[in-house]
C-alpha cells in the first residue's frame, strides 16, 4: 500500500469510479470527488499526497483548482490533468503553472499509474525532506543562546579563531561550544551539521 494518497476529481462519476478501481488495484490509496468544490470543503490535511483533476467542471475549473493548491499546499502536493482534446491549450498553460502531466482521455492506464507512481516516488523524497526538517527543529531547541551563536555561526562557515573573536570567548571555549552543538543536534560531522543547518533554511 502507498504511504501518500491520491485524490481524485472529476464530475463523470464513471470515470471517477475506473480511476478509483485503477489505482486501488495497484495497491495506491485512493478517493474520489464529484466536484472542486467538495474536494476543497473537506480538503484532506495529508501532508504529501497526488491529485488527479478534470479540466471542465461545474462551479471550479481545473485550472483554479491548481492554483489553489500550489497556494495551500505547494510542491507536497503535485497534480495530474486529465483533460479531453479540447482542453489541451488549458492543460499547457497549467504545464506551465506547475502540474506534473497531463493525460488526454480516453487515457492509457498504463501511463497513468507510471506518472502516479513517479508522483509518489518524488513525494518519498518531499517527506523525508520535511522528517528531517521537524527533527533538527526539535534538535535546536535544545541549544541554549550561546550554543545557537555558535551553531549559526558554524553553519555560515566561521572558523574557531573567527566565533572566538566575534563572540569575545577563548577559542577554547568555542571548541567546548561546538561540541555541546554536535552532540545535541547529534550530528557526525560539521558537513551534516551544515546540512541540517541547509534543511532549516
Not at 42 to 66: H, K, S, Y
Not at 153 to 158: D, E, K, Q
Amino acid at each position: 500500500m502507498s504511504l501518500h494518497s491520491v485524490f481524485i476529481i472529476d464530475d463523470d462519476a464513471a470515470v471517477r469510479d475506473s480511476l478509483l478501481m485503477l489505482l486501488r488495484g495497484e495497491g495506491i490509496r485512493a478517493r474520489g470527488f464529484s466536484s472542486a468544490v467538495d474536494f476543497f470543503n473537506a480538503l484532506p490535511d495529508d501532508a504529501t499526497a497526488c491529485v488527479i483533476t478534470d479540466v471542465r467542471m461545474p462551479d471550479m475549473e481545473g485550472d483554479e483548482v491548481v492554483r489553489r493548491l500550489a497556494q495551500l499546499r505547494g510542491d507536497a502536493w503535485p497534480v495530474i490533468v486529465i483533460t479531453g482534446h479540447a482542453d489541451v491549450p488549458m492543460a499547457v498553460q497549467m504545464m506551465k503553472a506547475g502540474i506534473v502531466d497531463f493525460i488526454e482521455k480516453p487515457f492509457d492506464p498504463r501511463r497513468l499509474i507510471e506518472t502516479v507512481r513517479g508522483c509518489l516516488a518524488r513525494l518519498n523524497h518531499v517527506g523525508h525532506e520535511q522528517a528531517a526538517r521537524v527533527a533538527a527543529e526539535q534538535r535546536l531547541t535544545r541549544l541554549t543562546p550561546r550554543e545557537r551563536q555558535v551553531f549559526d555561526a558554524l553553519i555560515h562557515g566561521h572558523s574557531n579563531k573567527a566565533i572566538a573573536l566575534d563572540l569575545d570567548i577563548s577559542p577554547r571555549t568555542v571548541e567546548v561550544f561546538r561540541a555541546k552543538v554536535m552532540a545535541k543536534m547529534e550530528a557526525d560531522s560539521l558537513s551534516s551539521l551544515v546540512r541540517m543547518g541547509l534543511t532549516l533554511g
